[in-house]
């Protein structure tokens, strides 16, 4: 069989393997609104006995939820049900806006004496709501609702039933986890991707990250996911939009970590990461932990079309696994390293990502490690 051969039978299976997850997808979708409609299924009389143990200890708690999810209505409807039938304190509520994705929203919830901030939504909304607990020692719970899940993921959090989730940010313990902060010093146009780039390149101001920020290959196709096509199949749409991009250009990158002095090198992309499970089963950074006080930082790069690619998907693969290919000559690879701090050049200017948002098409930026400055709920050992 020739190589074009084999290439046709990979994307058939492929598609059948994404079709598959699609429906998947979709039965899961369906079976998680059958439980949050029903006060009495199997998690919500869970939900219902745990009120009677935060009652005890008086515990307010506030969510920040983002009312673009479908389910926030009915979750809210089981949320007041629940503290209502076993006599706990309203719980305080709060929506986000365009305007204020949600950090306005956390800390007014603090300063009306939140015990704990569950963030209700994707992970633009838990961002936000993270954003608005740094240094304030107050944990952030989390009822995932979005594509990716990316710290709900990597915190081994319940994914696809929000009940448990709030479970977990009720009777949960608190763990103190990094988060990274990335800042733009220089955009590649004054009218290009950000919200507001001329006022920015004028006041620059640091984008919380808790999973991944990246450069290159990786944002490019964040930015040019289908939106409706992500609303139907998930993460999936990302897998799509990668296919466009496979063909793209290596970008010249010069990068500083910490005190060390400037290297130069030419990349498909640039990793920069607090953890690194990402949606399908994907470890991009295997050394990576949420509380160790280091950013990992992969570097990324292909050769040979679509031959490169393929290596580089084993490799990952492999590393997933705990197994590392070390050979030198390789079209596909990662190569791995950390720093505290991290300073990147890029003469032309890339498309850049944190966690799955978009920032805008910079030429300079910088990435620094806060230790410890995050509290969340995990789930009681």
Not at 132 to 156: E, F, H, I, S, W
Not at 285 to 294: S, T
Request: charge should be negative; charged fraction near 25%.
């Amino acid at each position: 069989m020739t190589w074009e051969a084999w290439v046709a039978v990979c994307a058939a299976v492929a598609a059948v393997a994404a079709l598959l997850l699609v429906l998947v997808l979709w039965l899961r979708q369906r079976e998680l609104r059958r439980r949050i409609e029903s006060p009495r299924s199997g998690t919500s009389e869970r939900a219902l006995r745990l009120a009677r143990d935060v009652d005890e200890t008086g515990q307010q708690v506030a969510f920040v939820a983002n009312p673009s999810k479908q389910d926030v209505p009915a979750l809210r409807a089981a949320v007041l049900r629940a503290c209502a039938e076993q006599g706990l304190p309203v719980p305080l509520w709060f929506e986000t806006t365009i305007a204020d994705p949600g950090v306005g929203q956390t800390r007014k919830a603090v300063a009306e004496g939140a015990d704990v901030v569950v963030a209700m939504g994707g992970d633009g909304t838990v961002r936000a709501v993270a954003e608005g607990l740094v240094g304030t020692g107050v944990p952030m719970g989390l009822m995932p609702l979005g594509t990716g899940n990316l710290l709900a993921r990597n915190l081994d959090l319940p994914l696809s039933d929000p009940l448990a989730a709030m479970l977990v940010a009720l009777e949960g313990r608190d763990r103190t986890i990094d988060v990274g902060w990335l800042r733009v010093h220089r955009w590649e146009g004054e009218d290009e991707d950000a919200d507001d780039p001329a006022e920015d390149v004028d006041l620059p101001r640091d984008h919380i990250f808790l999973v991944i920020a990246g450069l290159g290959f990786d944002a490019a196709m964040v930015a040019d996911t289908d939106e409706h096509l992500k609303a139907r199949v998930g993460w999936i749409a990302y897998f799509v939009s990668g296919m466009r991009h496979l063909h793209g250009r290596r970008t010249r990158v010069h990068v500083r970590l910490d005190d060390q002095p400037m290297t130069s090198t030419r990349l498909r992309s640039l990793l920069i990461g607090n953890c690194g499970k990402l949606p399908g089963g994907i470890t991009l950074l295997p050394d990576a932990l949420v509380d160790d006080g280091w950013l990992d930082v992969a570097a990324i790069d292909t050769r040979g079309g679509i031959a490169g690619w393929a290596q580089l998907f084993g490799e990952v693969v492999l590393q997933g696994a705990g197994v590392r290919n070390d050979l030198p000559a390789k079209i596909g690879r990662i190569d791995h390293t950390r720093a505290q701090e991290v300073r990147v050049v890029v003469q032309g200017g890339e498309h850049v990502q944190v966690d799955g948002d978009i920032v805008g098409r910079v030429t300079e930026l910088s990435a620094r490690v806060d230790h410890a400055a995050l509290v969340v709920r995990v789930a009681a050992t």
